[in-house]
């Protein structure tokens, strides 16, 4: 199947400082991904959807200006936490999908942030 | 978006074939049923979809109800490797394509 490349796998940051997660689709283009977050015990939350070249379509409740996302290319999609604090660790996951009719969508192996 | 009905646990034996349900009562005509699964500390790992007819492929088996209102995903021989949360997943297709996660089943597998 295809193949989905996050990085980093973890990260440990100051509170206050911004952290950047990359998300690339390795043998296929992505027209579409989403950034997911999973708190422990908890299902996947969608964040937000990104189309190449075009803005981040946030889910209710998730602040844009916080959550920044960036999807210039059809391989590459980064999430940056903006000013992070220790509420914002959680478990990040993306997620691509190619094509618009409907497929199936494959998912990173995640980053785990963690703020301190 | 529509939503889906999944038993929080169900537990299997290895070499069984295992039957995770899925009640999705509200589902339109539009919507395709996907199934994901995710082990511990990974992102989820697509399963399988379809429409309307059963589905097969390498990892599983999709059975639809006639009246698309529930379907069943068939493990044919549990691992200890299947241990994961499934989703059920309604998914509207082209621009508006979405996938909503529940909060799934977890299967375990006792060897």
């Known amino acids: ?116 | 978006d529509a939503k889906t009905t999944q038993p929080n646990s169900m537990e299997s034996n290895e070499e069984e074939p295992v039957h995770l349900p899925c009640n999705h009562s509200t589902i339109s005509g539009t919507d395709y049923i996907h199934w994901y699964r995710q082990l511990p500390s990974q992102g989820p790992e697509y399963v399988i979809h379809g429409l309307t007819s059963n589905v097969n492929n390498r990892m599983a088996s999709l059975a639809i109800a006639e009246d698309r209102k529930s379907s069943t995903l068939i493990l044919h021989r549990a691992t200890l490797r299947d241990a994961a949360v499934y989703y059920c997943i309604l998914v509207v297709g082209g621009s508006n394509y979405k996938l909503t996660f529940g909060k799934g089943t977890l299967l375990t597998v006792n060897p």
């Open chain 1, 1 to 116: 199947g295809a193949v989905v490349s996050q990085h980093p796998s973890w990260v440990i940051c100051k509170s206050g400082t911004s952290v950047k997660i990359e998300c690339r689709s390795l043998d296929f283009q992505a027209t579409t991904m989403f950034w997911y977050r999973q708190f422990p015990k908890q299902s996947l939350m969608l964040m937000a959807t990104s189309n190449e070249g075009s803005k981040a379509t946030y889910e209710q409740g998730v602040e844009k200006d916080k959550f920044l996302i960036n999807h210039a290319s059809l391989t590459l999609s980064t999430l940056t936490v903006t000013s992070a604090h220790p509420e914002d660790s959680s478990f990040y996951i993306c997620s691509a999908r190619e094509g618009t009719v409907n497929t199936e969508a494959f998912f990173g192996q995640g980053t785990r942030l963690t703020v301190v």
